[in-house]
């Protein structure tokens, strides 16, 4: 089982608007609704930002919300701002084993 | 405040053994299912290990047979024994609660600091 591909990097502005995609199979992505996303700042741990597709848990802004449309999940974080810039990860429950595969990151630079 | 806490981790030898500890508070323990997930150094997450609260167990490929999950609900603890450990171990190793309890599918909502595993000799 492959990690699930995000692109290595995705920049914006302040208050601009971006998404990361996040590209898994029928086995995973495609095939339950167990994606979650998770942030992380240098030196830091994982902190959970989105579960079962497009829920937020407690806490987290609602700047942040997720989609999926077949094999591909995706993490859109509205009026970007300074303390977003982090790395973000994906991940999913599979089928196979793996029991969990999470992406290979991407690295969100704010301008 | 709902905590991990992970002990154990230091520099070991090729061939070499170490057992990792988590330390949980602030939750009742025995009703979520843990993990263990690593990050090898400027590399992504990597999931390694599920335990429910009623002992289902699952590992990746990459270290079953070497590494073993546990856990002690009276002492709030998980643990991870690692064996025939690899330079490819060499990773900061986290704990992580499941979010909904004990579901094999599920997101991870409390980390712990994590714990460095440095395999070399």
């Known amino acids: 089982q492959s990690a699930l591909t995000q692109p290595a990097s995705v920049s914006g502005s302040p208050g601009q608007s971006i998404t990361i995609s996040c590209t898994g199979t029928?086995?995973?992505?495609?095939?339950?609704?167990?994606v979650s996303w998770y942030q992380q700042h240098p030196g830091k741990a994982p902190k959970l930002m989105i579960y079962d597709v497009i829920n937020r848990p407690s806490g987290v802004s609602n700047r942040f919300s997720g989609s999926k449309s077949g094999n591909t999940a995706s993490l859109t974080i509205s009026g970007l701002q300074a303390e977003d810039e982090a790395d973000y990860y994906c991940?999913?429950?599979?089928?196979?084993?793996?029991?969990?595969?999470f992406g290979t990151g991407t690295k969100v630079t704010v301008l | 405040d709902v905590q991990l806490v992970e002990s154990g981790g230091g520099l070991v030898q090729p061939g070499g053994s170490l057992r990792l500890s988590c330390a949980a508070s602030g939750f009742t323990f025995s009703t979520y299912s843990m993990n263990w997930v690593r990050q090898a150094p400027a590399k992504g997450l990597e999931w390694v290990s599920y335990m429910s609260g009623t002992s289902t167990i699952k590992y990746a490929d990459s270290v079953k047979g070497r590494f073993t999950i546990s856990r002690d609900n009276a002492k709030n603890s998980l643990y991870l024994q690692m064996s025939s450990l690899r330079a490819e171990d060499t990773a900061v190793y986290y704990c992580?609660?499941?979010?909904?309890?004990?579901?094999?599918?599920?997101?991870?909502?409390?980390w712990g600091q994590g714990t460095m595993v440095t395999v070399s000799s």
């Open positions: 029928s086995s995973d992505v495609g095939g339950y609704n167990y």
């Open positions: 991940s999913s429950y599979t089928s196979t084993s793996p029991l969990y595969v």
């Open positions: 992580a609660r499941g979010l909904r309890g004990n579901y094999l599918a599920d997101a991870f909502d409390i």
